[in-house]
C-alpha cells in the first residue's frame, strides 16, 4: 500500500495529549532512547503502572540532561509543571505541603515531558496515607555479590512470609537487586508495619550473619545482603512497578513470576525494549494485589513466635 507521511514537525509531537519537546533528544546511549521513547514508554505501560502508583504520593527522579547526566529526586509541586500532574496534602513536620500524585495517562506522561525516568511510590494510599498497603523488602547486595545469592534471598524470604500467612511477590529492581513485595489491606498503621518489618529482617541476619544484614551500614554488607526493611516507613518510597530506571542500558522494574525468579540472570533483565514482550501475560502483583493479606494480630503472634525460638 501507499505509506502515509504525515508532515508533523518533530518539535509537535503529542503524547496522552502532553506536548513532549524535544522528543528526538538522546536519553540513554546504548540502546539509543530518546526522549520521545520515554513518554510512550509510560504511555505503554500506563495501564500497568497506575494500578500501583495511582492515589499515592510520588518522588520523581529527574533527569534532564538525559540517564547519564545529573539526576535530581522531586516530591513537591513546582510552577510549570503539566496541569495533568496533581497534588495530594501530606501533614510534614512542618505543616501541610503540597506532594506530586499522577492519576493518569497524561499525569505520567506530563511528568517524562519534564525529564523524569524514575517513578517513586509511598507504601500508602492518598486516602488512607497512615495505614500502607504494602510491604517492601529491598534486597540490596554488596558490591560483586553473585546474583544467585539474591535469588536464594528472595526465595527463602518468600518462604518466611509464607509461613507468617504472607504472600508475596518479587520485582526485578532494574538495578542490582530484588524487591519482595507483600500486598496488604490498609489497616495496620505504619508504626506496627515498621516493627515488624524490621524484626523480620533482624531474625533473617541473626540466623544467617554470613549471609544477611539488616543495618543500613556499607560496613556490615562486606559479601552480604543488606534486607532494606526501611522502605516500610511513612514517606520512605520504593521505585515504582514499570518504571524506567536512570541506569545504563534503559532497564525497567518488572514484577516476575516466583519461577522466572528463580532463572533470571539480574535485576536488569528486562528493559524499555523488551518490557512490551510481557504485556500480553498478566501481571504477576496485579494478580497478588487483588487478593492483599492482614498484617493483623495473627500474623504478629507467628513472627514472635519464630523470633522467641
Ligand atoms: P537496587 O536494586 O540497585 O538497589 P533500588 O531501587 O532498590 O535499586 P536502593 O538504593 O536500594 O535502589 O533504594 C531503594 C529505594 O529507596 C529507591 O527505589 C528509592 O525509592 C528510595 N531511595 C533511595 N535513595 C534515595 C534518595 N537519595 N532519595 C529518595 N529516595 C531514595
Ligand atoms: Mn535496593
Ligand atoms: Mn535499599
Sequence with gaps: GKKETKMVRSDELRVAGIRISHPDRRIYDRPAVTK?????HAEALAPRMLRFLKDRPVSLLRCPDGAAGECFFQKHRTRGMPAAMKTVAVETKSGPEDFITLPDVSALVGATQMGTLEFHIWGS????????????????PDEGLDFAHVRNAAAELRGLLADLGLPSV?????????HVIVPLKPKAEWESVKLFSRALATHLAQEAPDRYT???AKAGRKGRIFIDWLRNDRGSTAIAPYSLRARPGAPVATPVEWDELASARSGG?????????????PCPLAEASARPATLGRTVIGRLERLVAG
Design 36 to 40: 520521545r521513547d520515554v513518554a510512550e
Design 125 to 140: 494510599r492518598n486516602r488512607s496515607l497512615a495505614r500502607p498497603d504494602r510491604l517492601v523488602f529491598d534486597l540490596d
Design 170 to 178: 518479587p520485582m526485578l529492581s532494574g538495578g542490582k537487586g530484588v
Design 214 to 216: 539488616a543495618t543500613m
Design 269 to 281: 533483565d528486562w528493559t524499555i525494549r523488551s518490557i512490551r514482550d510481557r504485556l500480553d501475560r
